[in-house]
C-alpha cells in the first residue's frame, strides 16, 4: 500500500470515527438535557451544551489529526552537516527510512538523498565529487565523498 493511500485512509477513519464519536455525544447530551430540564429552558440548554460538544470536538479531531501526521512532515527544517576536508567531503543528515529507500547520488556538484515517505533532497557541492561510501544508522546518514581532482590542475602542473 502507498504512503499516499495509507495516509487517506488514515484520514477517512478519523473522519469517521469524529463524526460517529458526534454523534453519540449528541444524542447523550440531548437526552439528558431535556429529560433534566423540559420547556423552553431545557432546549436552550440543549443549544449550548451541542455547541460546547461540537467545540469539543473539533478540537480533539484537530489535535489527533497533528498526532496523526507523520514526523517528517511536522519537521518543517531538515538538518544536514556538511565537513569539508582536504581532499574529501563528508555530509551527515537526517533522512527518515526505511533504509531499503534511502539513497544518495552525486551528479556534478550536487548530491541528490532519497529517502521514506516521499524524501527527496538536493544539496549544492564547492567541488565536483565523487562518492565514495553510504552509510545508514538509526535515521542518519553519513555519506563519504572525494573531491575530483580538475583536470585544468593536472594539464598545468604536468606542463
Known sequence: M???RKDSYREDALKTSTIALA??????????????????????????????????????????RKEMTPSVA????????????????????????????VKAEVIGRTIKIYGGQDFAKEVKLSKDCELI????????????????????LSETKSS
Open 74 to 101: 511536522k519537521q518543517k527544517k531538515w538538518f544536514y552537516d556538511i565537513i569539508d576536508e582536504k581532499e574529501s567531503i563528508t555530509i551527515v543528515a537526517e533522512v527518515p527510512g526505511p533504509e531499503e529507500l
Open 2 to 4: 502507498s504512503a499516499r
Open 133 to 152: 561510501h553510504t552509510s545508514y544508522i538509526n535515521g542518519v546518514l553519513n555519506v563519504k565523498l572525494r573531491k575530483k581532482i580538475n583536470d585544468k
Open 23 to 64: 454523534l453519540i455525544a449528541l444524542a447523550l447530551v440531548l437526552l439528558v438535557t431535556i429529560r433534566i430540564q423540559r420547556g423552553l429552558i431545557g432546549f436552550v440548554l440543549a443549544g449550548l451544551a451541542v455547541a460546547l460538544v461540537i467545540y469539543w470536538l473539533r478540537e480533539l479531531y484537530s489535535a489527533a
